[in-house]
Each structure stands twice: as structure tokens, then as C-alpha cells.
């Protein structure tokens, strides 16, 4: 099995930053894409960030120039560093990730969410 543990999230005013943090555990081969979503209430999940296993990244508009995702592949760990926070930023942040794990099963795993609070 695999486990995705996030942490990080927290209360940062406008122009603050905040860095999450998402370690993956488990019966892990190797780790492919991962990925950054966040959801607000009554809203879609959407993609903030990714990060291949190679190292290629890519952007949501919204947050391309002040967020960075970055990954430690010797930690199995995944960083999404969040500079010049604004308000409409706040929601709960989701790690996601394609693991193949020791018995050639590949999959999506979700971590538990972070609730990211910006205030004005």
C-alpha cells in the first residue's frame, strides 16, 4: 500500500508565502508524475502544478511566476512553495501522484488535503 502524507498548510496574510510538503510511503517502485490540486467549496478540484518524473514542470495561469513545485526524489517527497499569496488562493491543497508500486500496479493516489488560509 501507499500513504501520501501532507503538511505545510496553514494562515499567511496577502503577500506571505507558505511551502507544502507531500511524502509518499509505501510499497513504491517509482514515482511518476505529481502534482499539485487545490479545491474550494462548491468548486471543482483543479491542477495547480506538476512536476514529471523527469523534471518538467507546468502551471496553472493563476499561479505561474509565484508558486514553485519541486520534488526530492530520494524522499519520495513532493514541495509546492507558494510566494506572494493572495486571497483567492485559499483552499484545501491536495497532493496527487502516479506511483508503480513493487507488484507493477500503477495508480493515482490522493493525499488528505491542506487547508491554505489567506487573508486580506
Known amino acids: 500500500q501507499v500513504q501520501l502524507v501532507e503538511s505545510g498548510g496553514g494562515l499567511v496574510q496577502a503577500g506571505g508565502s507558505l511551502r507544502l510538503s507531500c511524502a509518499a510511503s509505501g510499497s513504491i517502485f517509482r514515482i511518476n508524475a505529481m502534482n499539485w490540486y487545490r479545491q474550494t467549496p462548491g468548486k471543482q478540484r483543479e491542477l495547480v502544478a506538476g512536476i514529471t518524473s523527469g523534471g518538467r514542470t507546468d502551471y496553472a495561469d493563476a499561479v505561474k511566476g509565484r508558486f514553485t513545485i519541486s520534488r526530492d526524489n530520494a524522499k519520495n517527497t513532493v514541495y509546492l512553495q507558494m510566494n506572494s499569496l493572495k486571497p483567492e488562493d485559499t483552499a484545501v491543497y491536495y497532493c496527487?501522484?502516479?506511483?508503480?508500486?513493487?507488484?507493477?500496479?500503477?495508480?493515482?493516489?490522493w493525499g488528505q488535503g491542506t487547508q491554505v488560509t489567506v487573508s486580506s
Open positions: 496527487n501522484t502516479e506511483i508503480t508500486t513493487f507488484t507493477i500496479s500503477t495508480n493515482n493516489y
